[in-house]
């Protein structure tokens, strides 16, 4: 089987995973998705996260508490991690 995209996107239909992004992601607002995206684009460095943001690093905190709670998932799990960034990526940036 040869697939046409890299790594796990390559494994998974594009369909298929914009439904599982919707759905992952539907709690979130668009500035809680784009406070994700930063952060684990940042591996969860609330400085640099912030700085990218342009807003104190306490509110990427909040933020991303808030996220974590609307999900309902253990953010410091790097297999949660890799799924919501996996979701990101097949969502539009805000």
Do not use: C, K, Y
């Not at 539907?26 to 784009?34: K, V």
């Amino acid at each position: 089987v040869r697939h046409t995209e890299p790594g796990l996107a390559g494994l998974v239909g594009e369909a298929e995973a914009s439904a599982h992004a919707a759905a992952l992601l539907g709690p979130l607002s668009p500035t809680l998705r784009e406070t994700l995206r930063a952060w684990l684009a940042h591996h969860g460095s609330w400085d640099r996260s912030a700085a990218a943001l342009g807003v104190h690093r306490n509110t990427v905190r909040q933020r991303i508490a808030r996220a974590a709670a609307l999900l309902d998932r253990d953010l410091d799990d790097p297999d949660v991690r890799m799924e919501l960034w996996f979701a990101l990526t097949r969502t539009p940036q805000a």
